[in-house]
């Protein structure tokens, strides 16, 4: 968004100077992108006065001339054909830089002779693109600033142009006199009443206006007033300078116009040839699809279904919200206008816009949101300054639709500035605030003025108040202590285990990896997912279609990139979350760690091995004693399909409650994600550690029992078929409270025992707490375990 200085101030009472004026507007939000001021550009060059002009010696079209200048006479050598004795000139000296040509000025010799200097052009002096002489001004002394004379006879052409950037939130400031009421509101100056002295009515519209009942959600209202007999073309020469400072060509006054009020009022206009609109009607309705337009840019546009057209008897004539068409276009031969204000939803502005690849400063604006209640108010206000301007009179007002209701209000809670925010603002002066940007106040209630279509809340409120005084003056402030004792615990139980697992995966040598939440359906599916409840509607890449259900595929995938890069050695781990549905809640906390390759790298001491699942429950067993968990345990089997079938186990605290899955990974799929094995890992669910009984600040005392434990040993003969792991669950469920501890240490397999029978040797290891066990207790729960190992195993003990 572009405008100069003095365009500002037809909106802003102010003396604040151009520095002040754009650090006001960084400050609130519209940050200025640049400023560019002729002054300092034109700021080394002076005026001087031509007191001779000879002819050149060498040269028919050259003079040379003696200049009278601040620091004495000086000769020029000039090839203008209006050089000449008695004019005064604008002078530019050796070492002055000359944009219009972008040279730096030195002493020279034309065919023989020295010039110490030049007398500039217009278009040297990036002022016009005239060039065919040299400056000539009716006044002035020499040695005067080329840049006071002008500032006192033609302040225009040092008038600073300011560049700012709009977020999409805030669309008033794509008007200058929204930029001036916000500049009035932190107090740069007084924001100027806008008011208009509407046109009278000299005789009936003769073009009718209707919208289709279907097409009223996207185009609501439409003014249109038409006026005859006006006379275009060129503009006034100040209007022409003001669209030109901001990059817009000047066509003609109809056209420039629109182009005005688009930028001063936000307020974008559309002005149609009457006489060569076919039938005296126009119609609103929404496209069937397939109709084609010559826009004002002479270019041919298909219109998408569902865009709004504004036709006539012959067919579409103007793309609603983006572009007209160039039939209907005003030229130089118009004499009647139909001058067209309305409001077009931006969400379909913006798709036709995109559609038909259409970027104009409308669209711009309507895709954004403009003022609706403003539509009729700056219909007149172009009527207007068309009839002054070109004259003509005006008909009465056509409308179509209804102006949409977009008023609003919300509670204004002064105290909520400091909760918010962290500034204490008076509660008068937020009230003032708001009403210098518009706002109308009602007790408790501010209701938001229409042409701020971003605020949409309490906090809003909050927002603008904090904005207008400077979010700059925001101070640093140490959070609250407790004058007394130790403060509670600020993370949950869960976000304790979180760390904890964290820090000791970490330090058992884990690299953390953070994934994305989606994967493709081709892995999702290997574990588990994939299903449409997890399907993304709008994924960024088939490669991110669904949310992820495990988080081994993202760390699969992860050593995959690295060994086809040589690092076939890693230990890899994450803490996030898995999904099992689509809805909130449908979704639990994981710890997963994976191992890949060997443990070291290869040593001549051979301490190098492939990494197996004892590394991995290792691990896990670690991990879950860092995040609580009781130390008595089972190992069962049953885990989901993408572990190894045989080399894996579930850490369990009875069948039904899993705290995590340890093993090997599936051959299957470690060949569909790429990764070469070894690989094995575990996943740990946190959320199924039981919590603590009693929460306790800090750790329990260490517990060491007094009395010695034993350990007794025991071989039984089972069936080849029989799991070592069904044998030790069933020897330590004899009981609980006494055995501490159940191993295997030997395995005997065929011989004397026949080809379907096999021997295994367990230690079981019992701690009493209350008294030293006698003879007479160890075979009592000796003989329990045999009961129990034999029920479960049909086996017996060996002799």
């Excluded at 102006?403 to 609003?408: E, G, I, Q």
């Excluded at 615990?489 to 953070?514: I, S």
């Excluded at 081994?552 to 690092?567: D, E, F, I, S, V």
């Excluded at 026949?754 to 019992?766: E, F, N, P, Q, W």
Aim: with cysteine.
């Amino acid at each position: 968004m572009k405008f100069t200085l003095s365009w500002l101030k037809e909106h802003l009472e102010t003396t604040a100077p151009v520095a002040e004026i754009c650090a006001a507007l960084t400050d609130l939000g519209l940050e200025v992108e640049g400023v560019e001021d002729p002054a300092e550009r034109l700021a080394p060059f002076t005026l001087a006065r031509v007191k001779s002009a000879e002819p050149h010696p060498d040269a028919d079209r050259l003079r040379v001339c003696t200049v009278e200048t601040d620091t004495g006479e000086r000769q020029i050598i000039c090839g203008a054909p209006n050089a000449r004795a008695g004019i005064t000139v604008v002078l530019a000296k050796p070492g002055d830089y000359v944009p219009g040509i972008d040279t730096t000025l030195s002493v020279g010799k034309i065919r023989g002779v020295e010039s110490h200097g030049m007398m500039a052009s217009e278009r040297e002096l990036e002022l016009s693109d005239e060039h065919d002489g040299i400056i000539e001004l009716p006044s002035g002394e020499v040695g005067q600033k080329f840049t006071d004379w002008l500032a006192a006879h033609d302040p225009a052409k040092v008038d600073p142009v300011i560049e700012i950037a709009i977020t999409p939130n805030r669309p008033d400031a794509l008007g200058v006199r929204g930029i001036a009421r916000d500049l009035a509101a932190r107090g740069l100056g007084r924001l100027k009443p806008l008011s208009v002295d509407p046109v009278p009515t000299a005789f009936p519209c003769p073009v009718s206006v209707s919208i289709d009942d279907d097409t009223r959600d996207q185009a609501p209202v439409f003014f249109g007033r038409l006026i005859r007999g006006v006379t275009n073309g060129p503009s006034p020469g100040w209007l022409q300078q003001r669209l030109a400072a901001i990059g817009l060509r000047p066509i003609s006054f109809l056209v420039d116009v629109t182009n005005w009020f688009t930028y001063d009022l936000n307020r974008p206009l559309h002005v149609f040839d009457a006489d060569r609109i076919a039938g005296s009607a126009l119609r609103l309705y929404r496209a069937e699809g397939g109709e084609t337009l010559t826009g004002l840019d002479e270019k041919d546009y298909t219109f998408p279904a569902g865009a709004t057209v504004i036709a006539d008897a012959q067919g579409p004539e103007s793309i609603a919200g983006v572009m007209g068409g160039l039939r209907t276009g005003c030229g130089d031969a118009t004499v009647n206008v139909f001058v067209e204000a309305a409001y077009f939803d931006p969400v379909t502005t913006a798709h036709t816009g995109r559609a038909m690849k259409i970027n104009s400063d409308a669209r711009y604006r309507f895709e954004r949101g403009i003022d609706p209640v403003f539509t009729h108010e700056g219909l007149e206000h172009a009527v207007r300054m068309i009839v002054d301007h070109a004259g003509g009179e005006a008909s009465e007002v056509v409308q179509a639709g209804d102006v949409p209701d977009v008023a609003r209000a919300y509670k204004l809670d002064t105290a909520r500035c400091s909760s918010l925010v962290g500034m204490d603002i008076p509660a008068e002066t937020q009230r003032e605030t708001l009403t210098a940007l518009g706002f109308t106040l009602d007790g408790d209630m501010a209701h938001v003025p229409s042409w701020r279509p971003d605020v949409q809340g309490e906090a809003d409120l909050v927002e603008e108040v904090a904005r207008i005084a400077s979010l700059t003056k925001l101070q640093g402030t140490p959070m609250p202590r407790p004058r007394a004792g130790v403060p509670a615990p600020v993370l949950t139980p869960m976000q304790k285990r979180e760390q904890m697992a964290r820090r000791t995966t970490a330090a058992l040598g884990y690299n953390e990896c953070v994934t994305y939440s989606f994967i493709d359906k081709a892995a999702a599916t290997l574990f588990g997912g994939g299903d449409d409840a997890t399907r993304l509607e709008n994924p960024i890449s088939s490669e991110m279609s669904h949310m992820r259900p495990a988080l081994l595929p993202g760390l699969l995938q992860a050593a995959a990139r690295n060994q086809a890069r040589g690092m076939p050695d890693m230990a890899l781990f994450e803490v996030g979350d898995a999904f099992h549905g689509g809805e909130p809640g449908e979704q639990q906390t994981l710890v997963t760690g994976l191992l890949v390759g060997r443990t070291t790298p290869k040593d001549v001491h051979g301490a190098s091995r492939p990494v197996d699942i004892y590394d991995a429950k290792a691990d896990a067993e670690a991990v879950l004693a860092a995040m609580g968990a009781p130390a008595k345990v089972q190992i069962l089997r049953g885990a989901e399909g993408w572990w190894h079938p045989g080399r894996h186990g579930m850490i369990c605290l009875g069948p039904k409650k899993v705290l995590g899955v340890f093993g090997e990974l599936h051959p299957k799929v470690l060949r569909a994600l790429d990764v070469k094995g070894p690989a094995v890992g575990f996943t740990l669910w946190p959320a199924e550690i039981p919590l603590p009984r009693k929460a306790q600040a800090s750790r329990g005392a260490l517990h060491v029992p007094d009395l010695q434990p034993v350990e007794r040993d025991f071989a039984f003969v089972v069936d080849t078929g029989v799991e070592a792991l069904t044998l030790v669950n069933a020897a330590a469920g004899a009981d609980k409270a006494l055995i501490e501890d159940v191993r295997v240490f030997d395995e005997f397999i065929g011989g004397s025992l026949g080809a379907d029978k096999k021997s295994l040797a367990i230690t079981v290891r019992m701690q009493p707490e209350e008294k030293t066990l006698t003879e007479k207790d160890i075979e009592a729960v000796s003989a329990r375990i045999v009961e129990k190992v034999q029920t479960a195993t049909g086996g017996a003990l060996r002799g």
